[in-house]
């Protein structure tokens, strides 16, 4: 069995900027993610989940797992992008079966 390693980012974004991280993502060739919708939880900023009608307010969490040399490219972006927003970017080391699906 061979394994390939690569970079899982995990990103907890509002969910009114998920579509420009998603734009983001391309841009900088990743070859896909996974978004999860309505993340809750608590942080330095307290509890964080939607109105119960609007759904305004919300958090989602994306999934990028890519090469060590996309991640490099696309972390500054993203920062940049939840400089004056909340969020929470994670990266750690992976490994996939699959390599020419990363």
Known sequence: MDLHPKKRIEIIIEEALS?????LIDEHGAKGYTLLPDVRGRGNRGARMADAFSGIGGNCMVIVIADAAIAERLLPAVQQLLKN?????????TS???NEHF
Not at 19 to 23: N, S, V
């Open 19 to 23: 579509p420009r991280l998603l734009g």
């Open 85 to 93: 927003g909340a969020g929470i970017i994670s990266v750690s080391d």
């Open 96 to 98: 996939v079966l699959r």
